[in-house]
């Protein structure tokens, strides 16, 4: 593999993984952002919520599934890394849809901006999907997780 092929490699893990930060910090700010509505305070402090085991665990994957993306994006070998991305991104949207069934219209708004950020990880998942099989190349490329050696 060529330096050139190299260096577009290393770019879209590192725009991908900052995809998955975009969506981690969004979904953060989402949640904050919560506390500014005076009747989810309300709630709150009269012990409104009942949440179930299930909807914790629902709650779980869907922070820790975008965690492990910031990593997996940027270590897994080419030849799975761009279907990772898809499947988790993919994955996580049905999660999202499932968590929020009305959300108020601020919510709507970090919901789209998390959307736009799953389309670029799904549609750049495909591109590099297609640019590596277009180059040939085998999942040689990057950190070899099972040898634990970086090749070249």
């Keep these: 593999m060529n330096i050139q092929h190299q ?19 969004n979904h953060f700010f989402m949640g ?8 989810f305070i309300e709630q709150l402090l009269g012990g409104g919520f009942a949440v179930s085991d299930s909807t914790l665990l629902i709650a779980a994957i869907t922070i820790e599934l975008p965690i492990a993306m ?13 279907l990772v991305n898809i499947v988790a991104a ?3 949207i049905g999660l999202e849809m499932v968590s929020n069934p009305s959300p108020d219209l601020d919510n709507m708004f970090f919901l789209g901006a ?11 998942s495909i591109r590099w999907r297609s640019s590596v099989s277009k180059e040939g190349r085998d999942s040689s490329t990057g ?5 634990g050696t970086q090749t070249s």
Excluded: C, Y
């Design 32 to 39: 904050l952002h919560e506390f500014a509505n005076p009747a």
């Design 7 to 25: 260096l577009r490699d290393h770019q879209t893990r590192g725009i991908l993984s900052s995809l998955w930060i975009f969506f981690f910090v």
């Design 143 to 147: 950190l070899n997780l099972l040898k």
């Design 70 to 82: 910031i990593v997996l994006s940027r270590v897994l070998p080419n030849n799975i890394n761009w």
């Design 114 to 124: 998390e959307l736009i950020g799953f389309v670029a990880i799904i549609m750049i």
């Design 90 to 92: 993919l994955f996580t």
